[in-house]
Nanobody, 118 residues
Framework: QVQIVESGGGLVQPGGSLRLSCAAS????????VAWYRQAPGKQRELVAV???????NYADSVKGRFTISRDNAKNTVYLQMNSLKPEDTAVYYC????????????WGQGTQVTVSS
């Protein structure tokens, strides 16, 4: 059973920064593709950023240039560095991890709340 645990959320002022962490209790973490999603109240869950097993990254247009996704396979952890935060970034952020060949599968974490407000 794969366990995904997100951490690092909180309350931050506009223009501030946060770093989210996604820790996965799996073996062979290096073959996993990991993505961050977010869901704001009343909205659908949306993809924020993804990092593949080969370290290829992709971002939603709304966060390009502000967010950076990275991974540390030795720690089974993926990070989301969020800079220049805006109120519209407020959401619950979820991490999803799947094996590279398991395109339709994957495991989700419980989410971590990010609130950007003055």
């Amino acid at each position: 059973q794969v366990q995904i645990v997100e951490s690092g959320g909180g309350l931050v002022q506009p223009g501030g920064s946060l770093r989210l962490s996604c820790a996965a209790s799996v073996s062979a973490f290096s073959i996993y593709v990991v993505a961050w999603y977010r869901q704001a109240p009343g909205k659908q869950r949306e993809l924020v950023a993804v990092i593949t097993n080969t370290y290829t990254t992709n971002y939603a247009d709304s966060v390009k240039g502000r967010f950076t996704i990275s991974r540390d396979n030795a720690k089974n952890t993926v990070y989301l560095q969020m800079n220049s935060l805006k109120p519209e970034d407020t959401a619950v952020y979820y991490c999803k991890a799947r094996r590279v060949l398991d395109v339709k599968g994957g495991s989700w974490g419980q989410g971590t709340q990010v609130t950007v407000s003055s």
